[in-house]
């Protein structure tokens, strides 16, 4: 320590002899007669050892060769100073041979940092703590620098919860090496864990709704409860905050802080001033509406006698910007004014809006995409050049463009032009993975162990080679191979035909699920076969489907004991079918809706004009309806049904095309496929014509965006008959809770059912349905 003062002492002396030597320059120079003009022979540099002679003649103005000239070296000191290497510089000056000029720099280098050294450090590393530190070993010794790297670490330990922390340091300097060994001294002392955290004088707000945005709180198993000084500055700004969203405009708060005898504990008392509540008065809109003024008054929320908010003025004002901007006003100007009314106490508010004129969309211009082509994402747009700006065109052009599962995030921002009444629109996307190469497995309660491999490409581009990817044609190739069934798909999907908006596709496939009676499955199953699909959207939400498909099926193995209407089917058969369809679908995210409802309904027409070797009819249909509601819940209301009948040389609509319900996708609470009719004399379900369903289910945070909660309620029955649908009856509940958690290796589904009513002889038990896939 005394080095240390002697240090900086020498440092001030040599300063101030510096700033006079600027003044009134060294005498060797100021008093050089005859040597003004002279040649410049020489420049040395002496004193140095850290640094070589040319680094400090580069600094330097003054040359070989040129003359000599006083202002120029007094610069030079300057700049030689200004590098910070040297504590002491002195410029020599003598003639030379020849009639030159000899200048000398003679210098005395500051120290080289050698080593950092930490004593009395327990809680954190010497690691740790140098890596805090922005002077390095071997940098030149800075003690403005050292001097900001001792409070930088002081700083870390009270974020840490060590308030009392003392952190001093000694330079210890070897003048033979000429460098210097820090040594940093640390003393700890005990760590403040926050004991408990106290709110008084709180009427208008309860206690809880105050610590609950407390970042400062009490230790606990999950809560060092460490004190942070400036983390408790923010909780005391959060409750005025709070008060003042509530209507108290001119609440305190008053921090008490108590230690225990061993400072160990801190016990924090809040003292809460609430202060006037102060209420809304008038509220007015003016100015140049253009809007009707019933609109602008209906998206405020501030309403005479309620509590007056300035977040929610300001949120007020965003909102009626927005609704200008909705109506295509881009440039509406809406300026908010507010006043205390002395006669009743209350805070008079009043919208001044300037309207301006309606903007149109001047050119659109996509930014982000570097894999996908422009036009896959203007395909998508509901608003063009020329168009007027309107709010539910934008909102419906990023719902479409999410929907594509090709970007994670969409922004809509405009671009003024040199006409005021037009600006370019910017969509700015951020293009999500969308080409997958995956394997594993998984296991489920219906198919058990499940293994798969799948390359999967959402913006595949058959015609660019190599890359094969920006068209936004969606291509899929499976396998899975399980311990029930065995499948393999392809599929293919151009959703806009030459530029045209229609849909092109085709699947190929091979499915097989063998025997396994227990889950109603008493035979095994093959099907091969493919399909083409074209499809054309009619309105905005509205499109239409045709899809022929060709496939084998092949029963085989079927049980002893089978049903008739089993036996009946064993062996192989073609069937060949024609299917057309529509949907309406408004929901905001198709891959997880939060609102919205979609619609739909098919007919299948197998045989007949078709050919094969079956010949039926089936008709379905579904419906879904997403609310969100509370800001956290979603409620998915959903129903679905179905008729199929079999005409000409085809007497019963074969098993494998019947309906069958109860299980994970159906009814929760019952056995897989066991609800419906059942074969008289082995008690088997051999499925039915006719079919009803309907879902009501509730999901809900658990735990950020990892674990979600469910609970549901089921409903439904299959009958043997297409005719018993109406008045059929002998409907099947089933109630029950799940959870959904998100994993690194695919999402875990967890639900459990209770059947409300008997089914046939069954047991009346829960059960259990679970599984582990890939997507969320």
Not at 311 to 327: F, I, P, T, W
Not at 561 to 582: K, L
Not at 754 to 772: A, R, T, W
Request: include cysteine.
């Amino acid at each position: 320590m005394n080095y240390m003062r002697e240090s900086m002492k020498r440092i001030a002396v040599c300063s101030v002899v510096a700033c006079a030597f600027l003044v009134t320059a060294d005498p060797a120079i100021g008093q050089a007669p005859g040597r003004e003009g002279k040649a410049i022979s020489q420049i040395r540099v002496s004193g140095n050892r850290a640094i070589s002679a040319e680094t400090i003649i580069s600094k330097v103005k003054t040359k070989v060769g040129d003359s000599f000239n006083q202002e120029v070296l007094n610069d030079d000191l300057k700049r030689l100073y200004a590098t910070e290497y040297f504590t002491d510089i002195q410029i020599d000056v003598e003639d030379g041979s020849g009639g030159g000029v000899i200048i000398t720099f003679v210098v005395e280098e500051k120290t080289v940092v050698g080593d950092v050294v930490f004593q009395g450090n327990k809680v954190f590393s010497a690691q740790k703590l140098k890596s805090i530190m922005k002077l390095k070993i071997n940098d030149m010794l800075n003690h403005s620098l050292l001097a900001q790297d001792i409070a930088e670490i002081r700083d870390f330990y009270v974020k840490k919860g060590y308030p009392d922390i003392d952190v001093t340091y000694a330079i210890d300097v070897d003048k033979g090496l000429n460098k210097s060994t820090i040594v940093v001294t640390i003393v700890e002392k005990a760590r403040v864990k926050v004991s408990k955290v106290t709110i008084t004088g709180n009427m208008a707000i309860k206690t809880r709704d105050i610590t609950k945005i407390l970042g400062t709180r009490p230790a606990w198993f999950f809560n060092a409860g460490a004190f942070k000084e400036e983390v408790f500055q923010e909780d005391i700004e959060k409750i005025k905050a709070l008060y003042e969203d509530k209507g108290y405009l001119d609440a305190e708060v008053t921090p008490k802080l108590d230690y225990s005898a061993d400072r160990a504990k801190l016990y924090i008392t809040l003292a809460v001033t609430e202060g006037k509540l102060y209420k809304v008065g008038v509220v007015e809109v003016k100015g140049a509406l253009t809007l009707p003024e019933k609109d602008v008054i209906g998206t405020i929320t501030l309403k005479t006698g309620r509590a007056f908010s300035d977040r929610g003025l300001r949120l007020d004002a965003m909102a009626v910007k927005q609704l200008y901007s909705h109506h295509g006003y881009m440039n509406a100007v809406v300026d908010i004014d507010r006043k205390l009314n002395p006669s009743t106490g209350d805070i008079d508010v009043a919208f001044t809006i300037d309207a301006k004129n309606v903007v149109y969309v001047g050119k659109v211009d996509v930014r982000g995409n570097t894999k996908t082509r422009d036009v896959v994402v203007r395909r998508e747009l509901r608003l063009y050049p020329g168009n007027k700006f309107d709010g539910d065109k934008l909102r419906r052009s990023k719902e479409r463009l999410y929907n594509l599962g090709l970007f994670e995030d969409i922004s809509f921002d405009t671009e003024p032009t040199e006409n005021p009444d037009k600006q370019n629109l910017i969509v700015d996307v951020k293009e999500s993975k969308t080409g997958e190469f995956s394997f594993g497995g998984g296991y489920s309660s219906i198919d058990q162990l499940l293994g798969f491999v799948e390359v999967t490409q959402r913006n595949f581009d058959i015609l660019n080679f190599p890359t094969f990817c920006g068209a936004g044609q969606n291509l899929s190739v499976k396998a899975e191979l399980g311990m029930v069934r065995n499948n393999y798909f392809v599929s293919w999907t151009e959703p806009w035909i030459l530029g045209y908006p229609y849909s092109f596709g085709f699947d190929l496939y091979r499915t097989s699920h063998r025997k396994k009676a227990d889950i109603g499955w008493p035979y095994d199953e093959r099907r091969t076969g493919g399909d083409l699909r074209l499809g054309k959207e009619l309105t905005e939400y509205l499109r239409a489907d045709l899809i022929y498909k060709i496939e084998e099926v092949k029963i085989a193995s079927v049980v002893d004991n089978a049903s008739a209407d089993m036996r009946a089917e064993e062996g192989s058969n073609i069937i060949s079918s024609g299917t057309a369809g529509v949907t309406y679908d408004t929901r905001d995210n198709i891959y997880s809706p939060t609102r919205g409802f979609i619609a739909g309904a098919s007919i299948e027409d197998a045989g007949g004009v078709f050919g094969g070797d079956k010949d039926f009819v089936k008709f379905t249909s579904n419906a879904g309806i997403y609310q969100s509601f509370f800001s956290i819940f979603v409620l998915e209301l959903r129903g679905r049904a179905g008729l199929a009948n079999a005409y000409a040389n085809t007497d019963e609509v074969p098993i494998y095309e019947r309906f069958f319900a109860g299980g994970e996708e159906t009814i929760r609470g019952y056995l897989e496929r066991h609800v419906g009719p059942r074969d008289p004399g082995s008690n088997e379900p051999i499925g039915g014509e006719a079919i009803l369903l309907g879902n009501a289910e509730i999901t809900f945070p658990i735990y950020e965006k990892v674990i979600k909660g469910a609970v549901f309620y089921d409903i439904g029955n299959v009958w043997r008959r297409a005719e018993d649908f109406i008045g059929g009856g002998n409907y099947k509940y089933g109630a029950g809770f799940g959870v959904r958690v998100k994993t690194p290796v695919g999402p875990f589904k967890l639900d459990y059912g209770y059947p409300l009513v008997g089914n046939y002889e069954d047991k009346k038990d829960g059960q259990f349905y679970f599984s582990i896939s890939r997507g969320f």
